[in-house]
């Protein structure tokens, strides 16, 4: 009776070892879901990263075009303001016009000053009044944006009322960390394209 369980044990193992995989073929399974893997998770971050410089130039191309028809329709009163505080045009003052500033995290290399405080690169538009400037709102750039100093030709547009000119038209182009960029113009009579 001993021999005879042997003789089945030994059977059964048999079995067991000729219905299974092999490591070999296991290893090479894992292998090719690990390399379909780390081709999904790169494309999902390069697709990632061109949503954000998609959304931070629609919003770059919204401060624009929202400034000059505000300038355009000479609205000299905002419905809001960055500090909650009033920053319509006080009374007896001009009214510029609205301006569009591309502030930088340090001073230099042709970065406007700007009149809010951050630590990103921030897209800042602002009521001007005689020699007054209030600040009606603050976008600041997502993490791995930033404004392409080397293909931006200004940092500052500033809408006049009644004449359209701009002072301070040229290129604004905005980069992410993949190297990819997208350009605004704004033509001197306003104009953004």
């Known amino acids: 009776m001993y021999e005879r369980q042997i003789y089945r044990t030994d059977q059964s193992m048999r079995h067991h070892q000729i219905s299974g995989f092999t490591l070999v073929e296991l290893i090479i399974v894992f292998s090719i879901i690990t390399l379909l893997s780390l081709i999904g998770i790169a494309s999902l971050v390069t697709f990632a990263r061109e949503q954000t410089l998609a959304q931070t130039y629609g919003d770059v191309r919204t401060a624009l075009v929202v400034a000059r028809s505000q300038t355009v329709s000479q609205v000299n009163k905002p419905t809001q303001c960055q500090s909650g505080a009033s920053c319509a045009c006080p009374a007896g003052s001009q009214f510029n016009g609205y301006e569009v500033l591309f502030c930088c995290v340090s001073s230099g290399q042709g970065c406007p000053v700007c009149y809010s405080q951050g630590s990103s690169e921030r897209i800042e538009v602002n009521i001007r009044c005689g020699a007054n400037a209030f600040t009606v709102s603050t976008t600041a750039f997502p993490q791995g944006v930033s404004v392409d100093s080397q293909n931006t030709?200004?940092?500052?547009?500033?809408?006049?009322?009644?004449?359209?000119?701009?002072?301070?038209?040229?290129?604004?182009?905005?980069?992410n960390t993949n190297d990819n960029s997208?350009?605004?113009?704004?033509t001197s009579q306003g104009l953004i394209q």
Not at 155 to 167: A, C, D, E, M
């Open 153 to 175: 030709t200004s940092r500052s547009f500033l809408f006049t009322p009644i004449t359209g000119v701009v002072q301070g038209h040229g290129t604004v182009t905005i980069e």
């Open 182 to 186: 997208r350009s605004i113009v704004v």
